[in-house]
């Protein structure tokens, strides 16, 4: 295994970008796709539109509420060795679908077992891309996260093809097929050990805190600290992490509720049913497009990474705002492309700013935990728009559902702003004069926290870091 001191930026990297958007054409592929086959498994089982829904509703959170397992057994194994084993279970899943007889076969094979296996594949790939880059890893993100939006034109047509062709059950025999490739890609994923230097204080002293708490727990359970570890569950006790993890549950919780009321809203204002249905269309074309630009910007411009993450989550809320009072499909369309774009904006920084706030050598477990909060958000935000429009018989309400919870996300990371004028000091005790900037924006390479005024001294001015810095 290669050992470096900082990330190559580049290299192998590249391939390791490869891997991953294969790896969200594959795994997020199916989230988006499924419902290719809700109205045929509605009709092969003749159940209901609710009981049929959990197929899919099950297969995401178990995607992502599953990652601190697939964190954790990364952490003992290798990513390579994670996403190869999901690619496995996965391809198991959905060949045992095969021979579905109801919906609960369905929600079993379908729900849990193939969304189990691509969460083994999903957040490893991404923790990789995190260890090899820095500089470039928000546009390197970018690229990869890219594969979702090119895998809602390329298997939403091609599994309907093959439903026409093989039926519903020949059509999930090919997809796992599919699924087995990730074995391949797995293989990419080069394992690299690095030294970790960009974990924050607050997490240092999370895990001091752990340790002390874990005293009473080794008494009773001998495996327990070992579990700990593994699923770093000491992270949940840094307050930079838990705030941005909050934020992006409120985020999530917003964002999710567009999907279920889009179509039907524009079906509503006398849009047909194939334009309406294309309205998903065009926010994933701006979204493919938009996420890698975005991603190569974000590195570039001397912004830090968390304005340029809150602008995206403002322009997300506006457009929830504007969605009911556009009465027109092209005002509608208009919608869609400026959805894609704030969604372009700060989605290629979310795995950046996990990787900040929980350090490089801990992203995966950092990634685990996010998924765990996003796969919270996804299974409340669907059921929270129905009772909505159950409630005020229109679906006006979830929109501005939506803007408010994805506005309220905005506000609580202004907790992670630092306040201008303050003292600050770098991880090494040393003092700083003014507030650096963080070295996730790619300016200056330093961490911080704030001190007690009386503490501050200055000595740590004459840094020969600093001094080459300022």
């Not at 970018?142 to 039926?167: C, K, N």
């Not at 039907?264 to 979204?287: C, D, N, R």
Request: charge should be neutral; glycine fraction near 10%.
């Amino acid at each position: 295994m290669p050992s470096l001191d900082e990330p190559p930026d580049g290299g192998w990297g590249w391939m390791v970008v490869l891997s991953t958007f294969l790896v969200h054409v594959i795994a997020l592929g199916a989230v988006k796709s499924l419902g290719v086959f809700y109205a045929e498994f509605r009709e092969v089982f003749n159940e209901s539109a609710g009981n049929t829904s959990f197929i899919s509703s099950v297969f995401v959170a178990t995607l992502l509420m599953c990652s601190p397992i697939a964190s954790a057994l990364s952490n003992l194994t290798s990513c390579r060795a994670v996403v190869m084993a999901g690619s496995v279970i996965a391809a198991v899943g959905l060949g045992v679908s095969f021979f579905a007889q109801n919906i609960v076969h369905l929600i079993i094979t379908i729900g849990l077992i193939t969304g189990f296996g691509m969460s083994l594949m999903y957040s490893p790939s991404l923790a990789m891309i995190g260890k090899y880059f820095h500089k470039r890893h928000a546009t390197a993100n970018g690229i990869a996260i890219s594969g979702t939006g090119v895998s809602m034109f390329v298997l939403s047509p091609l599994f309907q093809f093959l439903i026409d062709e093989f039926r519903w059950n020949g059509a999930l025999l090919i997809f796992a097929g599919m699924a087995l490739n990730g074995c391949v890609t797995g293989a990419l994923l080069r394992p690299i050990h690095l030294k970790d230097t960009g974990t924050a204080e607050e997490v240092e002293n999370a895990d001091e805190e752990a340790a002390d708490s874990s005293k009473t727990c080794k008494a009773i359970v001998p495996f327990c600290q070992k579990v700990l570890e593994m699923f770093d569950a000491s992270l949940l006790k840094s307050r930079p992490f838990l705030i941005y993890n909050l934020s992006l549950f409120g985020l999530m919780l917003g964002n999710s509720m567009i999907f279920v009321h889009l179509v039907a809203h524009a079906q509503t204002l006398g849009v047909e049913k194939t334009q309406a249905a294309f309205l998903p269309s065009v926010m994933g074309i701006v979204e493919a497009v938009v996420r890698p630009i975005n991603g190569w910007l974000s590195d570039r411009v001397p912004v830090r990474k968390l304005y340029y993450y809150m602008a995206g989550c403002v322009g997300l809320g506006i457009c929830n705002i504007a969605i009911p009072h556009s009465q027109t499909y092209a005002a509608l369309v208009a919608c869609m492309v400026f959805y894609g774009i704030s969604s372009g904006t700060y989605y290629p920084l979310i795995a950046v700013l996990i990787k900040k706030y929980s350090g490089v050598s801990r992203i995966s477990g950092g990634l685990g935990w996010a998924f765990v909060f996003q796969g919270a958000a996804f299974l409340l935000g669907q059921p929270i728009a129905g009772w909505l429009y159950d409630a005020t018989g229109n679906y006006d309400m979830s929109f501005y559902a939506a803007a408010t919870f994805i506005f309220v996300s905005v506000a609580i990371l202004l907790l992670l702003v630092p306040r201008k004028g303050g003292k600050w000091t770098l991880e090494s005790g040393e003092p700083a004069p003014d507030v650096p900037r963080d070295e996730c924006d790619g300016v200056v390479g330093l961490q911080a926290r704030q001190l007690p005024a009386e503490t501050v001294t200055t000595e740590g001015q004459n840094n020969p870091v600093f001094q080459r810095e300022m």
